[in-house]
């Protein structure tokens, strides 16, 4: 594929924001190269493969793991044995991707053998198992069997596990991973209860994926009557990456207040105040403008506030310079 030159140039820029001490500078970068996809791949690639810091290299397969080129998968392959806990675990995400595919072979094994490994640390071998047993109890049966008297017990536990408890309270995480990557559960109060379990430390790529698949879902007939419950378990996403410090909610929660004619979720309100920023300040004044409900009037105003105090924005604020002409109540509501 031909990169133009102004593309690869803000590649070029994003890779480097991946090895960026500012975490939050690190998650738009992900958020950004995997919306550009296959184009930068080989870049990321290279990253993920070199000598660099680890969180660097962590981001960098998240970054991969987003974007799930076959191209990603031999540097994934090649990082399962790395010393860095959290690339091992991030290579691993990727090298899950392809369990079910024409790499099956080399992944299951590999995978297989970081699960049998004593001397590897929990999460990892934690990771590996949960990776494969997406082939299903009946494929990976004698590797669950020998597993069941491993010195850990979170090991022998994960493999004790039922499937239908991996997809709720066993495993919130499997149930995170399960829902960004095939599909939403029938439940939705399952997924809400995964993601306050787990959203703490759940891959960030998998919130976005379910904010995604819950938005999507909310203009389809088959949300039905339980549309109040999805909006809640996108809320629940939303707020699992602000408190994170992750950005990469931010155009959706903005977008969100844009098109709602009615009050959302209060968790919506707790993730802007959290992570919102300047771009997010008109959608809350509009809202304000529109608001018929005191109680939603009153938080959409906390929330401008919060923002305004986090960013630091004066009144000479492009902004705030358009927000105090057109809607100045909510400037002076401060």
Not at 70 to 77: D, H, Q, V, Y
Not at 188 to 194: K, T, V
Not at 315 to 333: E, L, Q
């Given at each position: 594929m031909a990169i133009k030159a102004s593309s690869s140039r803000q590649i070029d820029g994003l890779v480097t924001d991946l090895a960026s001490v500012d975490a939050v500078k690190r998650e738009a970068a992900i958020a950004r190269l995997t919306v550009l996809g296959a184009r930068a791949v080989e870049r990321v690639a290279t990253l993920a493969a070199s000598t660099a810091a680890g969180p660097a290299r962590t981001a960098?397969?998240?970054t991969l793991?987003?974007?799930a080129d076959p191209r990603g998968f031999e540097p994934a392959l090649h990082a399962?044995?790395?010393?860095?806990?959290?690339?091992?675990?991030?290579?691993?995400?990727v090298v899950r991707l392809f369990v079910r595919s024409a790499?099956?072979?080399?992944a299951v094994d590999r995978l297989t053998a970081v699960t049998l490994d004593r001397r590897r640390p929990e999460p990892v071998r934690l990771a590996a198992l949960?990776?494969?047993?997406?082939?299903?109890v009946a494929t990976i049966a004698p590797l669950l069997k020998s597993l069941s008297a491993?010195?850990?017990?979170?090991?022998?536990?994960?493999?004790?596990?039922?499937p239908a408890q991996r997809l709720t309270e066993r495993d919130p995480l499997d149930a995170i991973a399960h829902a960004a990557n095939?599909?939403?559960?029938e439940d939705p109060d399952a997924i809400r209860l995964a993601i306050v379990q787990a959203g703490g430390i759940a891959p960030l790529p998998h919130l976005l994926k379910i904010v995604e698949r819950v938005r999507d879902r909310a203009g389809s007939p088959a949300s039905g009557r339980r549309g109040d419950n999805w909006a809640a378990v996108r809320a629940s996403a939303h707020v699992a990456l602000a408190e994170r410090d992750s950005r990469l909610g931010v155009y959706d929660l903005r977008e969100s207040l844009e098109r709602s004619r009615a009050p959302l979720p209060v968790e919506f309100l707790t993730a802007l105040s959290l992570v919102g920023d300047a771009s997010c300040l008109?959608?809350?004044?509009r809202a304000h403008a529109d608001a018929r409900d005191a109680w939603w009037r009153d938080h959409l105003a906390r929330a401008f506030q919060a923002i305004v105090t986090r960013e630091r924005l004066t009144k000479r604020h492009a902004a705030m310079k358009r927000i105090a002409k057109k809607w100045p109540g909510i400037v002076g509501s401060r």
């Amino acid at each position: 594929m031909a990169i133009k030159a102004s593309s690869s140039r803000q590649i070029d820029g994003l890779v480097t924001d991946l090895a960026s001490v500012d975490a939050v500078k690190r998650e738009a970068a992900i958020a950004r190269l995997t919306v550009l996809g296959a184009r930068a791949v080989e870049r990321v690639a290279t990253l993920a493969a070199s000598t660099a810091a680890g969180p660097a290299r962590t981001a960098a397969f998240r970054t991969l793991e987003g974007i799930a080129d076959p191209r990603g998968f031999e540097p994934a392959l090649h990082a399962l044995a790395d010393a860095d806990q959290g690339v091992a675990v991030a290579a691993i995400a990727v090298v899950r991707l392809f369990v079910r595919s024409a790499r099956a072979a080399a992944a299951v094994d590999r995978l297989t053998a970081v699960t049998l490994d004593r001397r590897r640390p929990e999460p990892v071998r934690l990771a590996a198992l949960r990776a494969l047993r997406d082939l299903g109890v009946a494929t990976i049966a004698p590797l669950l069997k020998s597993l069941s008297a491993d010195p850990s017990q979170a090991i022998r536990g994960a493999a004790a596990a039922p499937p239908a408890q991996r997809l709720t309270e066993r495993d919130p995480l499997d149930a995170i991973a399960h829902a960004a990557n095939e599909g939403l559960p029938e439940d939705p109060d399952a997924i809400r209860l995964a993601i306050v379990q787990a959203g703490g430390i759940a891959p960030l790529p998998h919130l976005l994926k379910i904010v995604e698949r819950v938005r999507d879902r909310a203009g389809s007939p088959a949300s039905g009557r339980r549309g109040d419950n999805w909006a809640a378990v996108r809320a629940s996403a939303h707020v699992a990456l602000a408190e994170r410090d992750s950005r990469l909610g931010v155009y959706d929660l903005r977008e969100s207040l844009e098109r709602s004619r009615a009050p959302l979720p209060v968790e919506f309100l707790t993730a802007l105040s959290l992570v919102g920023d300047a771009s997010c300040l008109e959608a809350i004044a509009r809202a304000h403008a529109d608001a018929r409900d005191a109680w939603w009037r009153d938080h959409l105003a906390r929330a401008f506030q919060a923002i305004v105090t986090r960013e630091r924005l004066t009144k000479r604020h492009a902004a705030m310079k358009r927000i105090a002409k057109k809607w100045p109540g909510i400037v002076g509501s401060r």
